[in-house]
């Protein structure tokens, strides 16, 4: 009886021991970490008052921007999309069908587009819409609202490549883009439009030849109706994320956001998808006795 005794008075003071060694072994490991890590951080309370956006805006040269394009030239949606599977991105990037082209050319495919994402938000206005008056006073006032309000600051940021992407009011029935202000961003180089709200005069758009992606017509004027938030900041369109400088790829399957960090690898894999389909589609259109278009080219 003893002898039991003191084998468990033996085994108790051993758990007893072990349980003191992991404490002093996490006590060692918490004391180990950074001091700075340890400390309370306080937040700059004043300089969250006054707004802080936590996702940095990354900038690339003109000559970054061209290689990228250059990559995705000619890349469908679908090709993209398997770009994106490959780089287990899978069903991120792809915006809401309902963002869809205003227009189509299924001979030349000029509705397709693959650009540099500039990034537009524009939210609606809580201020109260002009009342009636004469028309030069009303001129005036739609005048001011656009030069101090409701301006389009971001044409400057225009450059060769540029897709320009909006998050509009959706509700607000605005044509924010229309035919005039589009053909002023293509002379300055933008490829494309997309916006998960509206646009307007979309039958001159469609004979313009500028690709535009949109959720449906609107008819207003900016005036009354939104104001500019920000230009080249992270924004959400289609119901997904879209960073200043994500490459955009558009046609009549939709739209597709690829994150500038991944679209090397997104790239290369469907431009290898893109042969391989065309390739085979070449000979099926030889046995269908098809006349070979821009697609299989």
Partial sequence: METRKAKTTVIVSLGVLA???WFSLLAIAVDSEPSGARQDVKPDVEGLRAGKNFLPTKVYSVEDDQAILKLFEDLRVADVSDGMDKAGLHNIGLMS????????????????FVGIA????????NRPP????????????????????SSAPFVELIREGTALVFDDAPNADVGSIGSNNIM???????????????????????????????RQPGRGIKPGRNEIESVNRPIVCGGVL???????????????????????EVGEYARATLEKDKAGRRKLYEKLGLKPDNSVK
């Fill in 97 to 112: 069908p309902q963002i869809r082209p205003a227009w189509k050319d299924t001979e030349h495919f000029t509705h397709r």
């Fill in 118 to 125: 500039l990034t537009v938000r524009y939210v609606p206005t």
């Fill in 19 to 21: 349980g003191l060694l």
């Fill in 130 to 149: 002009a009342a009636r008056m004469e028309a030069a006073e009303f001129n005036h006032w739609v005048g001011q609202w656009y030069k101090t309000i």
């Fill in 184 to 214: 002023g961003w293509r002379v300055r180089g933008c490829v494309g439009v997309v916006t998960n709200a509206t646009a307007r005069d979309t039958d001159e758009i469609a004979a313009e030849k500028i690709p535009l992606y949109f």
């Fill in 242 to 264: 879209v960073e200043p400088g994500d490459v955009i790829v558009a046609d009549g399957d939709g739209a597709i956001v690829v994150p500038r960090a991944r679209a090397k």
